[in-house]
């Protein structure tokens, strides 16, 4: 393995950021080696409470510091994220086991997110004049108010960009912020965090505590004026359920079993090379990654060998540098549910067309990317999230056939297009039922798009990140209007006898002209 694993006095500076007083650890294994990285402190439910806590009275100040102020201080987090990127891409690659170039998509893209909620904040949520419900006579304006403090709740997958994207627009909007981490992912959490405290955010504005999912995840859920997850669709639904149960509004990012539809017009070693990549980034471990391919019939003759063949060229290891195009599986978890996936597949007749064994030789959790045909309802990859290095090729006869077996599913995350011609891509997608759909792209086109919506349909998720979208679900619209006293509005039955008339002509009047 070439690079260094972050070191102990690195790992305690790390995690002297997190609130967790329980005196207890929790041992967390490296993916790359098996061996214990760290001992990560874990929290207590008091904890949150009292990170929570804290962070309500940063908050005030932090709202009152004003927009200009928290815009400043948010760009300097992103040069911050920048000039620290090569401590960060260690520590996203030694929890989580991806290479080097997934990682930096992570530092990009936090990075993007944090510029774009430094600068658009102010424009989405600085309010402003509504039209009155009666011209001169009442006059209407709304202002955005932060909610307060967001819990936000993030997986083990992507730890720095599923975090910035939730945090970088509760930070601007005005809130503060209490984090759960994983415990895969915690110290990247924490590199990031240290480069927003250094920035200006004030420490106690985002706590961050860790812990065992169920019972620091409700204290999460019971402290926060708002909830962001990001998870499996399972506990995603327990989260939403117990957000309502106060209620208190949530955005959910779940699961997904994402279709990608080749049409029979691409150049098949690039559209070989495309799908490939879309399919095993982060070693499939990625919420919008493709986990179905829908080859027509007119390409498939020359797609399907393309592919399994760029596939089968994919370069495995652990380096924390950019020699490798696939990393490891995070967790012994995630490699027994991988192995499980294609075995249960395989015992079921499916065919293997490339990839389809663990690599310990390589490293304790990895997996060859592997590429299935043949796979049927029976399997459970076929309609169930793998999460992991496996996609199922289906032969279509059409592309309504595509489209119709591309929306069979129960999820509704993210979907992608190849084709030769731009048109003909964006006419597919439009009929795809998913909340992002990439044309000639497997997920980056809409994952970088920082400014455009991300989320989910059906089991997919509720809610959206990034964009106007992820600012405006942080803030509570007040609507303030004004009686200007120009005309009384009518009181007693009198009133409005006389009145009548004159409003049953202004309604008509502003329906003729048309006038909102
Ligand atoms: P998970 O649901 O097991 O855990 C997610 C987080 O929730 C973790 O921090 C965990 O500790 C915490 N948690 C566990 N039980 C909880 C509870 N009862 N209450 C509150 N919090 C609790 O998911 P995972 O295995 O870490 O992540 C993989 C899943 O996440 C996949 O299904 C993937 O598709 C999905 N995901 C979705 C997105 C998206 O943006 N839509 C992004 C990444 C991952």
């Known amino acids: 393995m070439s690079g260094s694993m972050l070191q102990r006095a690195e790992t305690d500076a790390l995690t002297s950021g997190l609130t967790a007083t329980s005196g207890r650890t929790q041992g967390v294994i490296a993916p790359f080696t098996g061996d214990v990285l760290h001992e990560l402190p874990l929290s207590t439910a008091q904890d949150v409470a009292d990170a929570t806590a804290a962070a309500r009275v940063a908050q005030a100040s932090w709202w009152a510091a004003g927009w200009a102020h928290r815009r400043e201080v948010l760009l300097r987090a992103h040069d911050l994220l920048l000039e620290r990127r090569e401590l960060l891409l260690d520590a996203v690659q030694t929890e989580t086991g991806k290479t080097r170039g997934q990682a930096f998509e992570e530092v990009f893209n936090s990075a993007a997110a944090t510029r774009y909620n430094a600068l658009a904040a102010h424009r989405v949520l600085r309010g402003g004049p509504r039209r009155g419900g009666i011209p001169l006579v009442l006059t209407a304006r709304v202002d955005y108010r932060p909610k307060g403090v967001i819990g936000v709740i993030t997986p083990w997958n992507y730890p720095l960009s599923l975090a910035i994207m939730d945090i970088a627009p509760a930070l601007a909007a005005g809130n503060g912020v209490v984090q759960k981490a994983d415990d895969q992912g915690a110290l990247s959490i924490l590199a990031a965090r240290r480069c927003f405290t250094d920035a200006g955010v004030p420490e106690a504005l985002w706590g961050v505590v860790a812990g065992d999912g169920e019972e620091i995840g409700n204290a999460v859920v019971d402290a926060g004026d708002y909830v962001s997850f990001t998870g499996s669709t399972a ?282």
């Open 235 to 516: 506990t995603g639904t327990k989260v939403a359920q117990r957000a309502a149960g106060r209620l208190v509004p949530a955005s959910m990012e779940l699961g997904g079993k994402n279709p990608m539809i080749v049409l029979d017009d691409v150049d098949p070693e690039k559209a070989a090379a495309d799908a490939a990549y879309g399919c095993f980034s982060a070693a499939g471990q990625l919420c919008v990654s493709m986990e179905r391919i829908y080859v027509l019939r007119g390409v498939a003759d020359r797609f399907i060998p393309a592919f399994a063949a760029r596939v089968a060229s994919l370069t495995l290891g652990p380096d924390l540098d950019y020699t490798t195009d696939v990393g490891s599986l995070a967790t012994k978890a995630q490699l027994e549910r991988v192995m499980a996936h294609i075995e249960d597949a395989v015992a079921k007749g499916a065919t293997v067309l490339a990839g389809g064994r663990a690599r310990p030789d390589i490293g304790p959790y990895f997996v060859e990317p592997t590429v299935l045909t043949d796979v049927t309802s029976t399997m459970q990859c076929f309609a169930h999230e793998t999460f992991g290095p496996v996609v199922a090729i289906t032969i279509v006869d059409s592309e309504a056939a595509a489209i119709a077996a591309a929306n069979d599913s129960e999820f509704g995350l993210n979907a992608s297009v190849l084709s030769g011609s731009r048109t003909r891509g964006l006419a597919v997608a439009r009929r795809l039922k998913a909340g992002s759909v990439n044309v000639n792209e497997g997920y980056r086109a809409t994952f970088g798009s920082v400014d455009a919506p991300m989320g989910g349909v059906k089991h997919s998720g509720l809610g959206r990140r990034n964009g106007p979208e992820g600012l405006l679900r942080y803030a509570d619209a007040t609507t303030i209007a004004t009686a200007t006293g120009l005309l009384q509005l009518p009181r007693t039955g009198a009133e409005f006898r006389t009145l009548t008339p004159a409003m049953l002509l202004l309604l008509r009047t502003l329906r003729t002209v048309r006038r909102r």
